[in-house]
């Protein structure tokens, strides 16, 4: 298995603009996670999913966020309007049940300008 | 709630020489706990995990870890770094309770290798 893959690797955007992240798990595991890093407050946790099912989004800052799984091999995180202050890390990660160790994608660098 | 604490942000060593990078936590029960490891650019990748039963545990690249309840800790070690070891790893405890999940981070610990 290639692992969880992670598109765009990097994203550049206007303040206002729509920000679309795309993630594909790794095949099998039903757990898809979506965390932030930054600098000040490190990883967070925005938004998991089992069985494509959204379970915990308290973790998603504001509405202007939104995550979706269509189906079990893809998701995607959208921000929209994005906001300077997004400008982080966005990882994406997989695990086959709950419980046990997340595999990561390699991120999206996303910066708004 | 679930927290992690890394006290260290940065630390030096030298090659050959030997690491201990630290962690505590808190958690009403036994924690699930792990070490990943971050190089630059790149995605977290796991070192170890502790579930249950022996409280030493080995991981990749030569590191263990030691779960000590009585001090809520899961320190990480090497006996001899490497210059690739410069990267930054992260403690992380789960879960939070019976149906969710919370995988939760500490803020990381920066390691760097004086040749």
């Known amino acids: 298995d290639a692992g969880v893959i992670q598109s765009p690797r990097h994203e550049v955007t206007e303040m206002g603009q729509e920000v679309t992240l795309r993630c594909k798990p790794i095949s099998g595991h039903d757990y898809l996670f979506w965390y932030r890093q930054t600098m000040m407050r490190g990883l967070e946790l925005l938004i998991y999913f089992n069985n494509n099912v959204p379970i915990d989004d308290s973790g998603m800052p504001e509405d202007r966020f939104s995550a979706k799984m269509p189906n079990a091999s893809f998701s995607t995180l959208k921000i929209q309007p994005s906001e300077p202050r997004d400008s982080a890390v966005y990882f994406c990660?997989?695990?086959?049940?709950?419980?046990?160790?997340?595999?990561f994608g390699q991120g999206t660098r996303l910066t708004v300008v | 709630a679930q927290s992690v604490t890394q006290p260290d942000i940065h630390i030096t060593v030298s090659e050959g020489a030997s690491l201990e990078l630290r962690c505590n936590y808190s958690?009403?029960?036994?924690?699930?706990l792990f070490w990943y490891v971050q190089s630059p650019g790149q995605g977290l990748q796991l070192l170890l995990k502790?579930?249950?039963?022996?409280?030493l545990v080995q991981g990749i690249k030569g590191f263990e870890a030691e779960f000590k309840r009585s001090q809520s800790s899961f320190n990480l070690r090497k006996p001899s770094v490497h210059w690739s070891d410069a990267a930054e790893y992260f403690c992380a405890v789960g879960p939070s309770g019976a149906g969710s999940y919370q995988l939760t981070f500490g803020k990381g610990t920066k390691l760097s290798v004086i040749p």
């Open positions: 958690y009403g029960a036994t924690p699930y």
């Open positions: 990660a997989s695990s086959s049940y709950m419980n046990t160790e997340a595999f």
């Open positions: 502790y579930f249950s039963g022996d409280t």
